[in-house]
């Protein structure tokens, strides 16, 4: 086997798992990513040390494929990344789609359980690994205005504690890391959106979003990665089934735009 240690990024193509990818790399890792995006994977993928797959995770069937793609051009997976998570509709409950909730439920829930299930056995295999989940502040409060979304966060903490439970005797790490508002053009849709149908201004909403988190402040996507990078280091090899916070201390996630 050989000696450079090897990740798994879903949604690696753009945000925040790329800037995990691209941090990996940097450390000497081999990373695999996959995305929904044709051009975001073709761009990532100019980077040394990355390849990576056209998926989409709430696919079992492109999971599946995924991993034997994976298999193909690695024989370790010593770290698994379930970043791939959609924003999903900004409504109030009586006004959510059923559609979109269930793309949302699909692509933040199953999705990482659809992954999580392909890549166990090689862990297993191995008898090592790491799997860190990418929650959110999200599925540590009540989140008004984004039902389908808080329902899959909150999930994946239950998922999170569970797997660390069922894999910890195989040498399997399992933790999750809930960002706060992390600075890059997500956001920026996710306030747009909350400002539209709250009808107050997008400043507004940032003001409030700053307010609610004690230090006062967004985070970058370079934090998440520096967390990711502690957790799948020996810093990290007695850690498993925690949820950690990269959010300078969310107090609550507000309904007082006024
Ligand atoms: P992003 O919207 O910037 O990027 C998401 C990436 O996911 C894109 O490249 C997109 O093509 C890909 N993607 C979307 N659906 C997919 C699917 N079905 N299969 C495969 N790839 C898919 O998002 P981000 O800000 O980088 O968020 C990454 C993770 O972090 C998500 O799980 C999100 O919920 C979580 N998060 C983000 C923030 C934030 O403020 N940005 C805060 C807390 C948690």
Not at 3 to 16: C, E, K, P
Not at 80 to 104: F, K, R, S, Y
Not at 105 to 130: C, H, M, W
Not at 164 to 174: C, D, K, S, T, Y
Request: net charge negative.
């Amino acid at each position: 086997m050989s000696d450079q240690r090897v990740a798994l990024v879903t949604a690696g193509g753009s945000g925040i798992g790329r800037c995990i990818s691209e941090s990996l790399v940097t450390q000497g890792w081999a990373v695999f990513i996959c995305d929904i995006d044709p051009a975001a994977v073709s761009d990532v993928c100019e980077i040394d040390g990355i390849e990576g797959s056209v998926i989409d995770v709430s696919a079992p069937d492109e999971v599946a494929s995924l991993i034997s793609t994976f298999q193909g051009k690695h024989e370790r997976l010593d770290l698994l990344i379930n970043n791939a998570g959609i924003a999903g509709p900004t409504a109030a409950v009586e006004d959510i789609d059923p559609a979109d909730w269930q793309t949302t439920i699909n692509t933040d829930l199953s999705g990482p359980f659809y992954v999580t299930r392909e890549a166990v056995p090689l862990f297993k295999r191995q008898q090592f690994g790491a799997i860190v989940n990418i929650a959110s502040t999200a599925a540590l409060f009540g989140y008004p205005l984004r039902s389908p979304y808080a329902a899959a966060k909150w999930a994946i903490v239950g998922l999170t504690k569970t797997w660390a439970m069922e894999l910890g005797p195989h040498n399997i790490r399992v933790n999750a890391i809930c960002p706060g508002s992390v600075n890059g053009e997500r956001i920026e849709r996710v306030m747009t959106n909350d400002a539209a149908e709250r009808g107050v201004s997008i400043d507004k909403i940032r003001a409030t979003y700053v307010r609610q988190v004690s230090m006062r402040t967004f985070v970058d996507a370079e934090e998440i990665a520096e967390m990711v990078s502690f957790l799948a280091d020996e810093t990290g090899k007695r850690i498993s089934g925690q949820i950690i916070a990269v959010d300078g201390h969310t107090e609550g996630l507000s309904n007082d735009f006024e």
